[in-house]
């Protein structure tokens, strides 16, 4: 079974700081995704990878970045994290386009 | 990016009858996957119909694809309440990597 792996369940940050949330699958799998989940939003994409090193705007990336430097780990980065910001984090991997998405059990991040 | 529309937003049934959900999407797909979310936790992925398949079944799982309605449904038969969980629907759309997902729709299964 595909396993993808999230650093931390519930993080607790504060407005200015710079947070890092990691994600690390260990199917070899070419794409990797970060989205964000917020009542009643859904699922929206912040940002994906599809090789190392690559990465691509999803529908909502100000205020994030991305790190892709090896195939099984996909950073997000909030440079100056905002209260805006608190949500849940989903992290996903792909085998190729069109196949189902793994994800991991997803980070509850608060900014205070 | 456009999303799908599941439909309804919420049910609440008894446990051993069957849920029906669904899904509406606006441009031309390759497939259609369903996945499941229990609270506060990440998604699993449950069925992929590709866009020339019209019924697919999985354990007590049935999903059928009508490409002209642009529509898809997912029924739960024998409902249990571990099935208690929102449901979402995703589409690739015209993208090879983005899927467009559906806002979801909360089953509560009730003992």
């Known amino acids: 079974d595909v396993k993808v792996t999230q650093s931390s369940r519930y993080l607790v940050k504060r407005t200015g700081e710079k947070v890092f949330l990691e994600c690390v699958q260990d199917m070899d799998h070419e794409n990797m995704f970060w989205y964000r989940q917020d009542p009643g939003l859904g699922l929206r994409l912040i940002y994906f990878?599809?090789?190392?090193?690559?990465?691509e705007k999803g529908d909502i990336p100000e205020g994030y970045s991305v790190s892709r430097e090896k195939k099984e780990r996909f950073s997000l980065i909030l440079e100056s994290a905002s209260t805006n910001q608190t949500s849940m984090y989903l992290c996903?991997?792909?085998?190729?386009?069109?196949?189902?998405?793994?994800f991991g059990d997803g980070t509850r991040l608060s900014i205070l | 990016s456009q999303q799908g529309e599941e439909d309804p937003q919420a049910l609440s049934i008894q446990e051993g009858e069957n849920a029906t959900m669904n899904c509406s999407y606006k441009t031309s797909i390759n497939n259609l996957q369903w996945y499941r979310q229990n609270s506060g936790r990440g998604l699993v992925h449950l069925i992929l119909i590709r866009s020339n398949e019209r019924e697919k079944h999985s354990g007590r799982l049935r999903v059928t694809l009508d490409t002209s309605k642009k529509s898809s449904s997912l029924l739960i038969t024998a409902s249990r309440a571990a099935d208690t969980a929102s449901y979402f629907c995703a589409t690739d759309g015209d993208s090879n990597y983005q899927l467009i997902w559906g806002a979801g729709t909360k089953l509560i299964i009730k003992p």
């Open positions: 996903a991997s792909q085998a190729g386009g069109g196949q189902p998405q793994h």
């Open positions: 990878s599809y090789d190392v090193k690559m990465k």
